[in-house]
Structure formats: C-alpha cells, structure tokens
C-alpha cells in the first residue's frame, strides 16, 4: 500500500472510532436548549448548506466572532484557520499574501496570478493589491481549504477566502463603532440601511482607520508601519415582485498610509549594526504609497419555481497602486524600487441553482476580460544603472461549470462536479538598463537607454478541466464522514521581470500548475450540540509548481519564474467548538502540514542548464504546525446586560519566508490575545476592550534577500504588529 493510501485509511479509522464514540456521548446527556451550540450555515458549494453536511474543509467565522475577538482584518484569519498563512506583503501596507495548505503565491507582481481566491459576495478579486480587507460591514468570512476549482475556477487551487456583507433588513438599522487605542489608533466606523418601501431599500457603510507608525524612518522623519485608510460601501436592493430580486453594490478603499520600508537585519557597508528597533528603518527611496481598490457589482436573483433559482452577478473592478521600496533600507540606492501598478477587471457569472427532494445542484458559465499593468525602476547605485521594467497582461477568461449532489439514502449521498476553464493571455514585457539613478519614467533625465534586455508580445492560451467527486455518509443523524477528491488549476503567464539577454526563454512564458487533492474527513454535532468537532486528514500532488526566483549578478538580477517544482503535501486539520457550561465556550483548531519537493528544477546562469536542487529547498509560508485556541466567558448581569470575556492563544511553527533558507526564516512564535465585551440589557450599546500580542512578541511575515557587496548585503525583515491595546464604543439601533 502506497504512503498516501496508509495514511488516508489512518484518518479514516480515526474518523469511525470517533464517530462510535460520539454516538454514546449523544445518548448520555441531554442538555437545555440554552446550553447547545448554534446551527453553522455556509455557501461552500454556492447553495446554502449546513456546515456539517459540507464534504468540504470550511472554517466558517460570523460577524459576533470576529467582533468578540478583536478582529481587524483579513490577516487574522491565519490564527483562526487551520494551515491557513494570510499576510501583508512585504513593502505594502495593503496588499494579500495567502497561503493554504502549502500552496499559494508570494510575489504580487501583477501579471502574477494568486493562488487562493479573493471573493466579496461572490465576486472574484483577480488582483492582490488592496485585498488585505479591513473588517467592518461582514456577515461572516469563510475559508474553504483545498483546491475549489470546479465551483469557484481559476486560481483557487490553494483554496478560497468568501468575505460576505451583511444583508439588509425590512427594519431600519445603524451601527456606530468608535475606537481608541495605541499608537494614536483612532477609528470611526457606521454602517445602516433602510426600507425605502416594501420593494426598495438601500444601506451603507463607512470605515476611517488611523493609527501613528510603530516605528520610525531615522532618515525622513516619517512613521513606519502607520494605516491611513478610508473604506467605504453603498447598496441598493430592489424586490419588485416575491420571486425577483436585484442587489446593487460599489466599494472603494483609499490606502494613504506612508511607504513600508523593512529592518535591515544585517550591518551595513561601514559596518553599523542593524537598528534596535525592528520597526525602525533608514530608507532613503521615499514614503510616498497611495493605493486605491474600487467596484460595483449587480446580482439579480429570479426564483423560477420552488426547485429553481437562476443567478446572474455582473462585476467591475479597477484598482491603482504607486508605492517606493526601499530593499537595502539605508539613505543611499543600494537598491531601491519606485513603481506603480493599475489593473481593471469585467466578470459575468450566471448561475442555475436546483434543489429537488434528492438531487441538488449549479451549472453556470464564468467570464473575464482583465489587464494588469504596471512599471518599476530597480535603482542600483554600485552598477551605476536603473532598471526599467514595464509591461502588462490581458487575460480574457471562460469557464463552464456543474456542481450536482445526489442523496442514494437518507445517509448515502454522492457529489459529482466539473469546471473546464480557457485563458487567453496577452503578455507585454519591456526591461531596459539606463545609467545613473532613476529612468526618465520615474524622474531621471531624458536618455535612451544604453541596453534594452527585453522587449516582446506574446499571446499564449491556457485551458484545464477540473473536476471534483465526493462521497459523504452520515454515521449517525449528527455526524457525517465524506471522502474527497478534486483538482486544482493555477494559469500560465508571463515574467514581467524576465531578462530576455540572461534567459531567452523568458519571452515563452510559463505553463499552468496544477493540485491532486485527496481529502477524508469528519463532521459532527457531540453530546447533544455541546460540542462539535471537524476533522480532515489530506493527501495533494502538485505538479508543474510555478516557483519565482530573482539571483543577483555582476550586471543586474535575473529573474525566473519556471515550472520548477514538483511535490507532495500531506496534512491534517482538527477544529472543535464545545459548550462546557452554559456560560463558558471553548474553541480550538489545530493544523499539521508536512509539504517535501521531489523535484526543484533551478536554472544555472553559467552552464545554462536546469539544476535538480529539491534536497535542499523547502516550502514558503507553510509551517509545519498551527494552532489556535480560545476561552471564552459570558457573565450575566442582573440588569440583563452581560460581559464576553475571551483569551485566545496562537502558535505558528518554524517558517521559512522563501524556497531557500535564510536569516530572515522565522522561528516558532506564540501569540495572547484578551478581550472584554460588556453589551446593555437592549442590546443598543457595547463597551469592549481588546489587547493584541500581549507579550509583545516580534515575529517576521515578510523579507527581501539580496545577499552580496554589489547589493550592499541587503537582507530586510517586515514583522507584524506589535502589542496593542484598543478600546472601542459602539452603537446599534
């Protein structure tokens, strides 16, 4: 028997004892309905579901939640996900870096596809740049593990991350947050909506964050790591009959927070030691940084009968980013990178939902026409040069999809699915060496450039079915075991960095990768709803792995980005909720991810041949081990109003920042949370009060390695926040 067959059966063994197992506990203790757990409803598979019945690894978070655990935006979702990596980028302030179950894409260039899939309300965010979403107006986030290529399509072939809105009433409602914390935080959040009839109403919501830097630019002046951010979102939803509904909608966020430079790790050419403080820098390229991230969308829902629904979502999205990056975090250009990127997006997506006595299922059809564009100088004060590069890639998109689940018993039901998506790609790549600092596009002085490495168009066209299958049987009328398989599908493209002199092959593109995944889990509601308990055992060959590289040498720094890898990632994933009393909760989520290359192909600049090196690389952003757990107590009052006390504790193992080891890996780190939330007797009012790492731990989530004299041995670290106290007041009516 193979290895990945031993250790699915494993978990599948462990699944039936436990099941058994729970089975006794029902029967032996009866609870009062004040003591059992809530009913968790989710739209994994694009129909609302009970989580329990899902064959699918979903972490599913509501608004109270996220609210009750001081929850400030997307990256927190790492801490309550299991193998789950979600994180600023490196020198951004509002760009997504996400990873699950080993599998994602750390370089945000554009061009570059992500690997786990962005949605709000159903509508994919193709780009990373301003996805690091605050959270204010949410329902609830969902975090859908493994590959999810057949309902949500390309570029999910790490998983998806589903942010959905709240939903308007048929009663006038506001919210009003005010929040007051370190570092000068002062945030004002207010959201409502209102009937305007009984077929019309429209809602908002209205977001401004603002804190002062954790620590300083020596060199500007400047803060570092500050948030200037202002967020927005307007509604409007129109029922002009029972059966037919259509939902309006447009965001925008404006990210003005200063430029994120890093902490040099290393001493500099003269020889001064790094800076005590590892949020303090001394980069001299400039805090200028402005990013904005902008859509609207339509949805129109028409019930055709009680067992058809059809849907139709129409979006549009453009964003623009003009950052600095500073990568040697010293006054002089060692290596500094100004730049911009601008990209807009056009979707359409029409859904059929049927949902019989039996059969339930989607089919739909997906379509997109997108460009992402942008241009960057790589200044380099020791070569005496700058590097332009500049370029864009148009992608137009189309897929057809089904989803079908069939119940042969009350107890047996099988899930069969398929997605077969085309991508055609316009890639424009334009990389120029100029002398002296800075090209004329980002200031320098009219030249011609005295070499031009690379200048092509090319087009090259991507198609990929996916399918998916999965078999769930109900062990009991309260717990659900499921085997899964299904496949996941990441786009070629094009390097926009690649240097046509130094690698010709660069103007070919790269091809699509590709995730075998294999899954076997367990679902259930314990000891009459008191505790319920999720586990997933998982099996993935991912073949074709797109692997971005930059090497430094004697006459600029060579780019890759090549279908180098090969590999296989076994895990497991454990999620528990349990009522202990009726006023103390427990939850915990525990994640085991073993991810080895067996093949790493790397391309030797001398000998111009392809180099296997997978013995000594090891996967990004993927730690071996992940932890989250949370106590949380509710004291009543005789007045009716009661205090939601919580701690919540988090680990991370051992985690390197690139393929390739270096001094800017990450060693395990814990993180404490507390929170205290009293709420009035009528519900209009809430006090909380919120620390973030309280033991001030530092911890790295980002890093820049450019090793060498030429370079100035630059090797620059980004962390994550400090420790922070905020206290917020809210209201609702």
């Known amino acids: ?33 004040s003591d059992v757990l809530q009913e968790v409803v989710v739209t994994a598979r694009r129909r609302a579901e009970n989580l329990k019945d899902v064959p699918v690894a979903v972490t599913a978070i509501s608004a109270d939640q996220l609210q009750a655990q001081g929850s400030v935006n997307l990256t927190d979702l790492e801490y309550k996900s299991p193998n789950t990596t979600v994180q600023v980028a490196r020198g951004s302030n509002s760009t997504l870096i996400a990873f699950i179950r080993g599998v994602g894409q750390q370089d945000p260039l554009w061009g570059f596809e992500p690997g786990v899939g962005l949605y709000v309300d159903d509508v994919y965010i193709a780009r990373p740049q301003g996805a ?38 048929d009663q006038p409602t506001a919210n009003a947050r005010v929040e007051i914390g370190s570092y000068n935080e002062h945030n004002v959040i207010l959201s409502g909506s209102t009937p305007l009839s009984e077929k019309f109403a429209i809602g908002g919501a209205v977001a401004i964050y603002r804190h002062d830097g954790y620590g300083h630019n020596l060199y500007t002046g400047a803060d570092q790591y500050n948030k200037d951010v202002v967020a927005g979102r307007i509604s409007a939803e129109f029922k002009p009959t029972e059966k037919f509904t259509i939902k309006v909608a447009a965001d925008q966020t404006n990210d003005m927070s200063n430029a994120k430079s890093g902490h040099r790790e290393t001493a500099t050419p003269a020889g001064a ?33 009680d067992q058809w629904l059809l849907k139709a979502i129409s979006a549009y999205r453009d964003g623009y980013t003009q950052t600095n990056i500073d990568f040697d975090n010293l006054p002089q250009p060692y290596l500094d990178v100004p730049a911009w990127y601008k990209d807009h997006q056009f979707s359409q997506e029409v859904q059929a939902v049927y949902t019989g006595e039996r059969l339930q299922g989607v089919a739909g059809i997906y379509y997109m026409d997108a460009t992402a564009a942008g241009a960057f100088d ?90 998916r299958a999965s078999v769930s049987y109900k062990l009991t009328p309260d717990v659900t075991g499921y085997v899964s398989y299904s496949k996941g599908f990441k786009s070629g493209g094009f390097d926009m960095r690649g240097d046509a002199v130094l690698t010709p092959d660069t103007v070919k593109g790269y091809n699509p990768e590709t995730v075998n995944s294999y899954e076997v889990g367990l679902k259930g509601d314990y000891l009459d709803r008191r505790l319920t308990l999720n586990l997933a055992g ?39 909720v349990a009522k202990l009393t009726r006023q103390l909760t427990a939850q915990a989520n525990v994640g085991y991810t073993l991810a080895q290359f067996d093949k790493f192909l790397s391309y030797d600049l001398t000998s111009r041949q392809y180099v296997d090196v997978a013995n000594t690389r090891g996967f990004q952003n993927t730690p071996k081990w992940t932890t989250g757990f949370t106590l949380s107590y509710l004291l009543p009052f005789d007045d009716k109003s009661t205090l939601n006390s ?18 800017l890996d990450q060693p395990g780190y814990t993180l404490l949370d507390l929170n205290f939330i009293w709420t009035s007797a009528d519900d209009h009012w809430q006090v909380g009060l919120h620390a973030k790492n309280l033991t001030d731990e530092r911890y790295r989530v980002g890093g820049y390695p450019f090793g060498g004299a030429t370079y100035a041995n630059s090797f620059a670290a980004y962390y994550g926040p400090p420790r922070t106290i905020t206290g917020t007041i809210g209201l609702h009516f």
């Open 1 to 33: 028997m193979s290895k990945a067959a031993r250790w699915l059966l494993g978990v599948s063994v462990a699944g039936l004892v436990l099941g058994d197992a729970a089975w006794a506990q029902q029967a032996a203790d009866p609870a009062t309905d």
């Open 132 to 169: 690091v979403l605050d959270i204010y107006d949410v329902s609830r986030i969902e975090v859908l593990r493994g590959p999810q290529g057949t309902l949500y399509g390309r570029n999910t072939i790490g998983g998806a991350i589903k942010y959905v809105t709240r939903d308007m009433t």
């Open 273 to 305: 030691a790094p800076l005590p403080d590892d949020y303090d820098t001394m980069a001299g390229v400039g805090d200028h940084n402005f990013v904005t991230n902008r859509g609207m969308s339509l949805t129109a829902e028409w019930q055709l009968s």
């Open 378 to 467: 790589t200044d380099v004060q020791n070569l005496g040069l700058s590097i332009l590069t500049s370029g864009s890639v148009k992608t137009k998109s189309i897929a057809g999809f089904t989803d079908l689940s069939y119940d042969i018993t009350d107890d047996l039901k099988v899930s069969l699915g398929g997605r077969y998506t085309n991508d055609d790609k316009t890639g424009s790549v334009y990389r120029a060496y100029y002398l002296g600092i800075r090209s004329p596009m980002f200031g320098g002085r009219q030249q011609a450039p005295f070499s031009i490495r690379t200048n092509y168009t090319n087009d090259r066209s991507f198609g990929e079915f996916t399918p």
């Open 538 to 576: 998982f099996y993935a060959d991912y073949s074709g792995q797109q692997v971005t590289t930059q090497v430094p040498t004697a006459t600029g720094i060579a780019s890759f980005v090549d279908n180098a890898g090969a590999s296989h990632i076994y895990g497991l994933e454990f999620e528990a």
């Open 646 to 663: 919580s701690a919540s504790v988090s680990y991370r193992s051992f985690t390197q920042l690139y393929d390739t080891a270096s001094i």
